[in-house]
């Protein structure tokens, strides 16, 4: 089992998850920093999720990239979604 090549390839993947959600929402660089950190809380929730099911659903070495894919962009979704939420309005 190799770890850094797994470990890069889920940067890589959360990166560009944070970075298609940052052009097609767009922002300040603090929002795609924030877009970045929540796609990887979501590709590990995927990474994990995967593992304990024992998928083998786009399943990279050690990696559960099918699984890190569809929870980053679910995680990335909710988190723009949320960033919406005015909380001066509220009350």
Excluded: D, Y
């Amino acid at each position: 089992m190799n770890f850094l090549p797994g470990l890069l390839l889920i940067i890589f993947v959360s990166i560009a998850v944070g970075l298609g959600f940052h052009l097609w929402k767009g922002g300040s660089i603090f929002r795609m920093l924030f877009l970045i950190f929540f796609a990887l809380i979501g590709f590990g929730i995927g990474q994990w999720i995967g593992n304990q099911v024992n998928s083998t659903f786009l399943l990279v070495g050690w990696v559960q990239l099918g699984f890190g894919t569809i929870f980053s962009l679910i995680i990335s979704f909710v988190s723009v979604w949320l960033s919406k939420i005015n909380l001066e309005n509220i009350g």
